[in-house]
């Protein structure tokens, strides 16, 4: 981090002129940079007034809009601890998050479902809304407060994806943030005159990190639409976008109505992210939208990204997550020790905006972290030229007599077949081999199970093929699009 470099994530926001800052579609309102600032100072002063201040934990429940990033905004320069819930979640989803997070108080949108989970959980409620280019929050806006908290205070709790074992929280600090955001805009030249649409929830590091803090440290618009793909073409032409960052379920969508509707636009790129992108779709995406398509890797571990494929003229490698952004990366075995360029080995990474811990976990603490590295879990080879490729997360990989098969190539081999829209693996229980390969895929055309294995055949060594393949109308997933490979075996012996 260099000396110029923002040391908080309130000193990220540094623009205050009239330029755009956050736009909502739907209503057609806009903050500036200016409002912006004003709002967030008021934020922070009424937050005070409600005791709010440096450690404080402080869940928030709400959709995806101004009201909430001012609030996070707001949160960390106050030196509170942000903790954004899923507002899909029910009442007693919501309960336990609560209680699993130890916050001091709980902020939402005016859902009823947040505040009866508040009442379940004893914690104080306020709801919030933003009103006159102001965040009220119990009704009332606050006047200008000492902001508090530094680099090293805690500014957002998150918990892991969970698609293998029981979810863990990440505490992120304001440096890590900091860190991330000014890696994502270095890797992409963001600038001042850049439109995003922010597609992802904001209760997790992709939306909030990667669109919008990266854009706003950089002066650029975030435009934050109530997510369609039927409106998302429209608005992109509307606003002017020039990128947006998903995930491959997202990208598949808005690439078929991109080819019912041919849209105009003028997006210089697009960024995918948090799951792997088949090469089939990033090259049917790039012919049909004219940009390039560009898979980045992170985690919530390390306040988003790690890695990316290149903008051009740099090189982009389909099937890799590219070369390394702000942090280094290293293929490890079990000893913690590099494995040769071209190995396999456990991939780990080091660097500012990566975290050093799990809270109140010292037995995963202990297991993930050394020496400033962190294990990711994710198994994966380096090629001499530093660029990463993914074989799979290690607690997903079909172990097949000794064979360590990653779902991912056989996944790229079904989504080949042109009657097939999304496709995922897993291992299937074997009295003989231990586990075989198990193949759920979604359609869109004609085809059988056999077919479809027949396909494989052509394509997969004997060992590699699909022992069954069952053909759903979808493929459950995460709220941030992952697919839930630990619950496909069951719902497919149902």
């Not at 590091?205 to 109530?226: I, N, Q, Y």
């Amino acid at each position: 981090m260099t000396a110029a470099t923002p040391a908080t994530v309130r000193h990220l926001v540094t623009r205050s002129d009239g330029h755009p800052a956050l736009v909502v579609p739907e209503s057609g309102s806009a903050l500036s940079y200016a409002a912006l600032q004003r709002a967030l100072d008021r934020a922070t002063g009424r937050l005070a007034a409600l005791g709010v201040g440096e450690g404080d934990r402080v869940a928030l429940v709400a959709a995806n809009g101004p009201g909430l990033v001012v609030a996070f905004l707001a949160l960390a320069a106050r030196g509170a601890a942000f903790a954004p819930l899923n507002p899909a979640l029910g009442v007693a989803e919501l309960t336990g998050e609560l209680d699993d997070l130890r916050v001091c108080r709980l902020l939402h949108d005016g859902g009823a479902t947040a505040a009866a989970a508040a009442a379940q959980a004893g914690l104080p409620a306020s709801a919030f809304a933003l009103e006159d280019g102001l965040l009220h929050i119990d009704g009332l806006a606050g006047e200008v407060a000492q902001a508090g908290g530094g680099p090293d205070a805690l500014a957002l709790l998150l918990h892991t994806s969970g698609t293998t074992s029981k979810p863990k929280t990440v505490p992120i600090r304001q440096r890590n943030l900091v860190a991330s955001a000014g890696a994502i805009a270095r890797t992409y030249e963001l600038a001042g005159d850049d439109v995003t649409m922010c597609v992802m929830p904001l209760f997790h590091v992709h939306g909030l990190v990667a669109a919008v803090l990266a854009t706003l440290s950089t002066g650029g618009t975030v435009v934050l639409p109530r997510f369609r793909p039927s409106a998302f073409w429209a608005d992109v032409a509307r606003h002017g976008a020039t990128w947006y960052t998903a995930v491959p379920t997202i990208h598949a969508r808005l690439l078929t109505r991109a080819t019912e509707a041919q849209p105009q636009h003028r997006l210089r790129f697009v960024r995918s992210c948090s799951a792997p992108l088949p090469a089939v779709l990033w090259q049917r995406y790039e012919e049909a939208i004219g940009v390039p398509l560009v898979e980045a890797y992170g985690m919530t571990e390390a306040a988003h990204q790690m890695a990316s494929n290149p903008l051009p003229p740099g090189e982009r490698l389909p099937g890799t997550v590219g070369l390394a952004t702000g942090v280094e990366i290293a293929a490890v075995d079990d000893d913690w020790q590099p494995v040769p360029a071209g190995d396999n080995g456990e991939v780990a990474v080091r660097g500012p905006s990566v975290v050093d811990q799990y809270l109140d976990n010292p037995a995963a603490t202990a297991a993930a972290f050394r020496d400033g590295w962190f294990r990711t879990g994710d198994v994966g080879t380096l090629s001499a030229g530093g660029y990463l490729t993914l074989v799979g997360r290690i607690k997903e990989l079909i172990n097949r007599a000794g064979e360590k098969i990653s779902p991912y190539e056989v996944e790229d081999a079904l989504l080949a077949h042109p009657a097939v829209a999304e496709a995922a693996a897993y291992p299937v229980p074997d009295d003989k081999y231990g586990e075989q390969v198990g193949v759920v895929v979604v359609l869109q055309g004609e085809a059988t199970p056999a077919e479809l294995a027949a396909h494989c055949a052509d394509r997969l060594a004997a060992f590699k093929r699909p022992a069954r393949v069952t053909i759903l109308p979808e493929i459950p997933k995460g709220p941030t699009g992952k697919i839930q490979r630990r619950t496909l075996a069951g719902l497919v012996d149902q």
